[in-house]
């Protein structure tokens, strides 16, 4: 009797369907379970529950989305095609069963919504793009006849859940070229974790396939358009991870050693072999057949500033040492400007200065502990000056950016005869997001990072014969991350935010998917300035003085030479 008791409530209960479900955090036990034998949906789910668990399922990418086709009835699983795109939503989502007309009058068919909100979207090059719209889509779905719920008109997208999707997926930098230089660009790409056997292959595969949309035009492919695979990457005998690359033959030597670099710089994060690089079956370069990281040459090294430059600090309108905290040699330091804000180049040897004025502001520009000329003309305001670097390790920085009253990005160059003059930068896209308060070029000149309108925004360099153009703008964290004030680059692909919010310092990578926020203890918010760069510190400026740090979670600790609430630091660049 007590069986058959239980076997009728048991009944009762699978034979109510919830009118919704309320929002839940994932269980973080059943991330990253990608089983090859792919697990069946448990039995006699709810329609709530067979749209939960689909999504859950989605993110496991391998066999076709195989798992998440278990959710779907027999035409549905057969026909699914979804698009490439992958639609990444907040943790926390609901579903929820339709009302009134939408919902269907046949009892063994329901439509549920999924309701959540926008982390973003995966493009089909791998490419995440930041978006924090709200998220709707319904689903219909059906008893089938054994019973059991499945879903009969799934998205054209793929939709996951971004714990998931962390679980899944793995963040790879593919590495282009600067335009006019050998300094290695990163260029953020997410491919499946699993399977593991295959990932070298998928990296090599989207490298081959260029820059993603966002660099494009930014950047130079030694691979261009017609290198590709000779047969798959798979590991030899040895143990080195062979790529057999074809279609590369008729390249300089030069050329082809670029290549190498893209490709075993891409590959590290993913092989710790060797890699043999091969073109159409004999050497990518004659004079070696099998690379590690450590075999290439340096490719960052004018966009990382020499340690023997400490930084320097604007402060009661003068320009100091971070190092010593004693005033720079010339004009600068002596107080013969009136100094707002300033800029050394990365290889130390120029300063840009913005000086105060009856009427407003103006820019210098000269060799460091020298004499700065005026550059024409004056404005009301000018952000902090921002250095690209030099085009080789032995060159000199000859481009200086700014931004003119909130709304005029100009870059400054010297002529044959040395004068210093402005030309504009077409920045429409970025004005229209509200006023610029700052701008930092990125240390290997490809990207650039602004504040507009209050909001974080980065957007590439793309560089013709008689303009340049800051295109494919993206606002990253946008609705989490309001008020910033300064901004800074802590490497080439992670910046570096103070806000006037309760967070008052932050680090983003530049394609947005995340947001670490440091500790605020010791700090007086606001916090006015920051600055970071490769292998240094963090220097931020606050009411008191000046603080720094080295991670997300230390303590501040007071600057060595803290000179008070007017300071304003920044590293070269």
């Known amino acids: 009797m007590l069986a058959a008791l239980a076997a009728l409530v048991l009944l009762a209960g699978c034979a109510t369907v919830p009118a919704e479900s309320a929002p839940t955090a994932i269980d973080d036990n059943r991330l990253g379970q990608v089983s090859p034998d792919v697990p069946q949906p448990a039995k006699d789910l709810d329609p709530l529950s067979v749209v939960r668990d689909f999504v859950h399922a989605s993110a496991q990418s391998v066999a076709q989305n195989e798992a998440a086709r278990l959710y779907l009835d027999d035409a549905a699983r057969a026909s699914w095609n979804p698009t490439r795109t992958i639609t990444i939503i907040e943790d926390i989502f609901g579903t929820n069963q339709a009302t009134g007309p939408e919902q269907s009058a046949d009892p063994n068919e329901r439509v549920v919504y999924l309701r959540g909100f926008h982390v973003g979207r995966l493009d089909p090059d791998g490419a995440f793009i930041a978006s924090k719209d709200p998220y709707e889509m319904p689903m219909r779905v059906r008893k089938q006849a054994d019973g059991q719920w499945r879903i009969v008109d799934p998205p054209n997208n793929i939709v996951v859940a971004e714990s998931d999707f962390n679980a899944n997926f793995v963040r790879v930098p593919l590495y282009f070229f600067v335009p006019e230089s050998n300094a290695l660009v990163p260029d953020l790409r997410y491919v499946q974790a699993k399977p593991q056997a295959g990932l070298p292959g998928r990296v090599v595969a989207l490298l081959l396939r260029g820059p993603s949309d966002g660099l494009n035009g930014a950047v130079r492919n030694p691979l261009g358009g017609s290198a590709a695979l000779d047969t798959n990457v798979a590991p030899a005998a040895d143990g080195a991870v062979e790529v057999p690359l074809t279609g590369v033959g008729g390249l300089s030597e030069n050329d082809r050693r670029l290549i190498a670099a893209q490709v075993v710089k891409s590959l590290q994060p993913v092989v710790s072999s ?78 840009a200065v913005v000086e105060r004025t009856e009427g407003g502001m103006r820019l210098r520009v000269g060799d460091y502990g020298r004499d700065a000329p005026v550059v024409d003309p004056s404005a009301g305001t000018f952000t902090r000056p921002s250095w690209r670097p030099a085009l080789s390790t032995t060159g000199t920085s000859g481009e200086l950016w700014t931004v003119a009253d909130g709304t005029k990005v100009v870059r400054v160059q010297p002529n044959p005869e040395g004068r210093w003059l402005p030309q504009a930068v077409n ?32 957007a590439s360099v793309v560089r013709e014969a008689d303009s340049v153009t800051l295109r494919f703008p993206r606002i990253l964290q946008g609705g989490d991350l309001s008020g910033v004030l300064d901004v800074d680059w802590a490497s080439q692909d992670t910046l570096v935010a103070a806000t006037n919010s309760a967070t008052p310092v932050v680090r983003v990578p530049i394609d947005g998917l995340r947001m670490d926020k440091f500790n605020s203890s010791n700090l007086t918010p606001p916090v006015r300035a920051i600055t970071a760069a490769p292998s240094r510190s963090i220097v931020v400026a606050d009411a008191g003085g000046m603080w720094t740090a080295s991670d997300v979670g230390e303590v501040w600790r007071p600057h060595q030479h803290t000179q008070g609430p007017g300071a304003e630091p920044f590293y070269p660049g």
Do not use: F
Request: no cysteine; aromatic share 2%; glycine share 10%.
């Open 427 to 458: 920045a429409n896209e970025i004005v229209a997001l509200g006023p610029i308060t700052a701008l930092r070029l990125s240390r290997d000149g490809a990207r650039v990072a602004l504040i507009a309108g209050e909001q974080l925004v980065v």
């Open 274 to 351: 060797r890699i043999r690089l091969r073109s159409d079956g004999s050497p990518l370069v004659p004079a070696q057949l099998d690379w590690r990281p450590s075999d290439l040459p340096s490719y960052d090294a004018p966009s990382a500033p020499s340690s023997e430059l400490p930084g320097l600090v604007t402060v009661d309108g003068r320009i100091r040492s971070l190092g010593n905290g004693a005033p720079v040699p010339g004009p600068a330091g002596t107080g013969a400007y009136d100094v707002v804000s300033a800029a050394q180049s990365i290889d130390g040897k120029r300063l």
